[in-house]
């Protein structure tokens, strides 16, 4: 009887120090875990403020787009005179370019 409780005490023995190994490696794990998550909070957080100064950029290019509208007008109403229309135009196309590289930057961060 002495030696089977004996048996049994190290059986349970043996179990509770392979829980114990197990719970150990499990808290590191959460560990790693809850530090990773950390960092994936930290980057969402960036990438929020990146987001959110895009669409601030992004408001105030379309605004300059919309007075760009404006130098499309002036450029159809002058006279038919070649240089100033020429140098309009050629202002317009640059702003235009401008305008599109930007858009282009913000859809594509």
Known sequence: MKSE???QYLNLKLKIGGMVARMQEYQGTLLQKQAELDDLQQKLHTKSEELAKSQR?????EKNFKKSDNFAKIVASTDNTAVPTAELKQKLEEYITKIDHCIDQLRNP
């Not at 950029?57 to 290019?61: D, N, Q, T, V």
Request: glycine content about 0%; overall charge positive; cysteine-free.
């Open 5 to 7: 409780l004996k048996m």
């Open 57 to 61: 950029r992004l408001k105030e290019l």
